[in-house]
């Protein structure tokens, strides 16, 4: 794009933020986080087209006195961590909500492959699981325990281990994605298609109760972080695919940062879902089964509304208080 076709289209917005800065309208700290996103956005578009313009040169000094009166303003207790989990890592996941939906979408269609695999080919799940671990579920099976896999190892190592390993799926995942978002699917679709044919494979040993009341103690925050991860991962490839008015290295460079805040939100989640399967989930058998559902329900609930209307709360307070 031409620098002048640049300025053109951004010219409006960035008199808003003039008008933000020198308090001719005013906003809050939360609502000059917002702008500051965008104005980096285009602040990194102009450095990498328009390196030695007075656009650079302009935005830039708009950018640094919006950060200045954000970190001015803002109320001396609430931290840089609070401040992403509570507004910025939201915003970021409001403005991607599209790809939130295509991977919650790709999940259910992608786990049905799974279950009706399973339905259909009595193989299938030995092929997923392999024969050791389905063998090893058919004695638990017999023995009145389902799920005892989940009571091997101690408490902190399972929950160490765990951990490592769904940060790491969850990391590389979001990394895959930028192979214009196909990578990231592919592993959705690994994951998925365990899933499914486990869940089925439990159904079909007339066992499927109990192992939802086991599975999915750590398995609602578990799931629900991997399709979250998915998401950053189409993210990052929707920004190579489809730059829109941006550079495609611009693009990346936006996609890649928008994406990685995405990851880093589901961390908190992720190591909570490690602690319940290491230290939890190994005694759900033994519990009242109305511990085993809050607790799927209470986790479940806690990281829909995080991500499916947090967001949306954050969004109408920044950019429409009025209308709180």
Not at 2 to 10: G, L
Not at 245 to 269: C, D, E, H, Q
Not at 296 to 323: D, E, G
Request: hydrophobic share 45%; net charge positive.
């Amino acid at each position: 794009m031409r620098e002048v076709a640049f300025i053109k289209q951004n010219k409006e917005k960035w008199l808003e933020f003039e008008q933000a800065i020198f308090g001719k309208s005013k906003k809050s700290p939360d609502e000059l986080a917002s702008l500051y996103i965008h104005l980096v956005n285009d602040l990194s578009y102009a450095q990498t087209y328009y390196p030695k313009s007075k656009t650079v040169v302009y935005l830039n000094h708009l950018a640094s006195i919006i950060y200045q009166k954000i970190y001015k303003t803002k109320r001396q207790d609430t931290n840089r961590l609070v401040y992403f989990f509570k507004t910025e890592a939201p915003l970021i996941v409001y403005q991607n909500r599209r790809y939130i939906l295509y991977a919650f979408i790709l999940f259910s269609v992608f786990t049905a492959m799974g279950v009706i695999s399973a339905a259909n080919d009595g193989a299938f799940v030995r092929l997923i699981m392999g024969d050791h671990y389905v063998n090893m579920t058919l004695e638990n099976i017999e023995k009145g325990n389902p799920v005892a896999v989940y009571k091997s190892g101690s408490n902190w190592g399972s929950a160490f281990g765990i951990t490592f390993n769904n940060l790491r799926v969850g990391i590389f995942s979001f990394i895959m994605g930028i192979f214009g978002g196909i990578g990231t699917g592919w592993v959705l679709f690994q994951n998925c298609i365990m899933l499914g044919s486990f869940q089925y494979f439990f159904y079909e040993q007339d066992v499927f109760w109990e192992s939802v009341r086991g599975i999915w103690i750590h398995g609602s925050m578990e799931i629900f972080a991997i399709v979250i991860e998915a998401a950053a991962g189409l993210v990052l490839g929707a920004s190579i695919l489809f730059p829109k008015t941006y550079s495609r290295v611009a693009s990346l460079k936006m996609g890649l940062k928008n994406g990685l805040k995405i990851v880093l939100s589901t961390m908190p989640f992720t190591i909570a879902a490690g602690i319940l399967e290491g230290f939890v989930t190994r005694y759900s058998p033994d519990m009242p089964r109305f511990l085993n559902i809050f607790i799927i329900l209470f986790t479940l609930a806690l990281i829909s509304y995080y991500y499916l209307i947090y967001p949306f709360r954050v969004n109408k307070k920044v950019n429409h208080p009025a209308n709180v």
